[in-house]
């Protein structure tokens, strides 16, 4: 099994992270021929992620955090400001 290469390590007030390389490798577009033990790898890593509950939303470092009751607004901020910048031309993007 390949090991990533660790790329940086931090320690907020919170929790420890690590940034590792990517890995070259394939996606998975299909589990149809996959074993079972693939599905029940994936589904207890994605349920391990997101058993982690925090009051924000933010970087890992939490050096950039927005409190989950304003996290609609500042999507929507960041969405209004994505489309105006890179899709000016796109009439059907554009948010009224």
Do not use: C, W
Not at 4 to 9: C, F, Q
Not at 10 to 19: I, T, Y
Not at 47 to 59: F, L, M, Q, T
Request: net charge positive; glycine share 6%.
């Amino acid at each position: 099994m390949p090991v990533p290469r660790v790329l940086n390590k931090e320690k907020s007030l919170s929790r420890e992270f690590v940034v590792v390389e990517k890995l070259p490798g394939e996606v998975v577009n299909s589990f149809v021929e996959q074993p079972s033990s693939v599905l029940q790898s994936l589904g207890e890593g994605l349920a391990e992620i997101h058993k982690y509950r925090k009051n924000y939303v933010g970087s890992p470092s939490g050096k950039f955090k927005i409190q989950l009751e304003d996290f609609n607004q500042h999507l929507n901020n960041t969405m209004t400001e994505l489309v105006s910048r890179f899709y000016t031309e796109e009439k059907i993007l554009r948010i009224s």
